[in-house]
Each structure stands twice: as structure tokens, then as C-alpha cells.
């Protein structure tokens, strides 16, 4: 194997040198680092990070930890944070938890074991415990998505409370009154803050809520299934749909469909999380997107600004508004 003597004989320089040139450290000269990189590619030299980050206590690596990799919103995400990291000099761990507590924390252990300079998180739950773990460690972490009580940490977030109410008022003023709700799971914030804003639409227009309509799953295509088969056991049916995910909608209009309903003709409906071309279906969806490339992009500067400035920095709770876009499933309820 090349070694570091290696290079700094064939380039006629001290060892020392090659280590400034290798770690871009220390006054080299431009003719003597083009010698000591002609030899380095001559000899197929490659630095020893280990070894590099056991003394400089850094590795040079993010990790992010993301609930569920195949759904469009967080992909976007990865990418904004990836091409942040990458432009501070920092490489990414993508880990998918698949919204699950066990995978969830067996990831976390290993990435402390592998020494990763920060935190990108996805919590598929409430608990603080897995936060607390990692600073224990003294290793920074910035919250994705997802309020934690409880922790004194980074939060970059869309506002789930306003975007689901943004969607409520919308169906509200074409007409609708009786409108059911597909949501995620209770533990995790974004279903509880899109619940909450689902009812101060609903209060604010002078509507009863109707908790005969609230269905409670997980944020996936085959919960939107079978939250239509539970809704469909119903004697009469919502004239609005509102779908607490991208993917859940996706599920619902399929499961609509293979029972004879049509969208927006027999049932309308509106989802928060935008869907990209890529995935779009027929009748495209009213949605609030969020601005999931610049969440993971803000995400990755605050862990960067952690790991590379000394001194005490305060906690941020960045909240971005979505976006209502119209499209065409829905209609306006006739009088």
C-alpha cells in the first residue's frame, strides 16, 4: 500500500508537505503542490481517513435519517440536504427507518459507532430519548419535519397546522361541509398539527366537526386503502376527502376507483404534500406543497454551522408556509 513517505519521495518534499497538500492545510506552494499531486496520481496514493479523523475529530460525515426514501417528498428533501452538505465539504449517510421505532434506533447505533460529525432526523415517533442519546455523544442534530417536546435542538419544518386548514377553507368555500380526513399516525406531530388545523378551518367557518370522519393510519399507500375500505362500511359518504400525505391520496383514489367512485365527480379531494410530475395521476391533485428541496437544504447549513463554529449558537425553530396550488379534484357542491 502507497504511503504518505511514498508520495514525498517521488515529488522530492518532507512528508510534512504532503500532509498540507493532502489535508489543505498549512502554505504550500502552487509548483510544489502540482508536484506532490502528479505524484500522489502516479502512484495511486489514497489518504487514510481514518486515521486523518481520528486526528482532526471529524469524519466529514452527515447522516440522515429519513422515514420513508420512496415517497417523492422525502427524496426532495435528501437531495436539498445533500447538495448543501457537499458544497461545505461534507459527505451523506442516507438511512430509511420506514417509520419504525426498532430499525429507527438500530441505525442510530450504528452511526455513532461510526463516528458522523451531525444529525439529520426524521423521528418516526415522539420520543425525545433517541435526541438525548445523541447528544450525549456531543454531537449536534437538527429536527426535520417533525416538533419534539422536550429537547433543546434545531427544527426545520413546513407549517402542517396552516397547510391542512389552507385545504379545509378551500373545500369549505366550494360548498363542502361533510368532509372526512385520512391522517398518520397520532404519535407524530405533523398528524396531530394537520388534524388541529382540519378543525380551526372547520370552527372557523361555523361547521360542526364530525369525529365519525376522522381516520387515523400510517403515511403510506396501502393505509389510504384501507382507509377507504373502512369508509366505504359508512351508510352515507363525505363529499370531501382530505389526505394527510401524497401517498395516502394515492391510495385512496385507487382504492376509490376499483369500487366504481370517481374523483372529483363522486368524492373530491385535496392532499397536503405536492406530487411531482414523475408520479402524477389523474385528475391531478389540489395540494399544499412544501418546499421540500429548501427544508433539507436549510437543514444541512444549521448542522454544518454546528459542527464547524465554536462557541455557543442558539436554537432555531425555522417554520416555511406551504403552498395552496388548485388543481381539478374538486367541485363545487351544487345548492
Aim: proline content about 4%.
Amino acid at each position: 500500500m502507497t504511503t504518505i513517505k511514498d508520495v514525498a519521495n517521488r515529488a522530492g518534499v518532507a512528508p510534512i508537505t504532503v500532509s498540507r497538500v493532502v489535508n489543505n492545510s498549512g502554505y504550500v506552494s502552487s509548483a510544489t503542490r502540482q508536484r506532490v499531486e502528479a505524484a500522489a496520481a502516479e502512484l495511486n496514493y489514497v489518504p487514510n481517513m481514518l486515521a486523518r479523523s481520528l486526528r482532526s475529530n471529524r469524519t466529514d460525515t452527515l447522516a440522515l435519517v429519513l422515514t420513508d426514501i420512496t415517497n417523492p417528498f422525502w427524496t426532495t428533501v435528501a437531495r436539498g440536504a445533500e447538495d448543501s452538505a457537499s458544497a461545505h465539504g461534507f459527505s451523506v449517510i442516507f438511512c430509511n427507518t420506514d417509520e419504525h421505532e426498532a430499525k429507527q434506533d438500530q441505525y442510530l447505533s450504528m452511526l455513532l459507532r461510526k463516528r458522523v460529525d451531525g444529525f439529520l432526523y426524521v423521528p418516526a415517533n415522539d420520543r425525545p430519548d433517541p435526541i438525548v442519546q445523541i447528544h450525549k455523544q456531543g454531537i449536534p442534530v437538527v429536527v426535520l419535519d417533525r416538533k419534539i417536546h422536550g429537547v433543546d435542538v434545531d427544527f426545520v419544518r413546513s407549517d402542517s397546522k396552516d397547510g391542512a386548514a389552507k385545504l379545509i377553507s378551500h373545500l369549505l368555500e366550494l360548498g363542502h361541509k361533510k368532509i372526512a380526513i385520512f391522517n398518520g399516525p397520532p404519535n407524530i406531530a405533523t398528524a396531530r398539527e394537520r388534524l388541529a388545523g382540519f378543525k380551526i378551518a372547520m370552527t372557523k367557518a361555523g361547521q360542526e366537526f364530525d369525529e365519525s370522519l376522522v381516520f387515523s393510519g400510517e403515511f403510506t399507500v396501502e393505509s389510504g386503502r384501507q382507509m377507504v375500505k373502512q369508509l366505504l362500511q359508512r351508510e352515507s359518504l363525505p363529499t370531501a376527502l382530505f389526505a394527510a400525505n401524497n401517498f395516502i391520496a394515492i391510495g385512496a383514489i385507487q382504492a376509490l376507483r376499483s369500487n366504481g367512485l370517481r374523483v372529483p365527480e363522486d368524492i373530491s379531494l385535496v392532499c397536503f404534500d405536492d406530487i411531482p410530475t414523475s408520479h402524477m395521476i389523474e385528475p391531478f391533485l389540489t395540494v399544499v406543497a412544501q418546499p421540500a428541496y429548501q427544508i433539507g437544504q436549510r437543514a444541512a447549513e444549521l448542522l454544518v454551522t454546528h459542527i464547524t463554529q465554536s462557541g455557543k449558537q442558539d436554537f432555531q425553530d425555522i417554520v416555511f408556509a406551504p403552498e395552496l396550488i388548485v388543481r381539478n379534484s374538486c367541485q363545487r357542491v351544487s345548492s
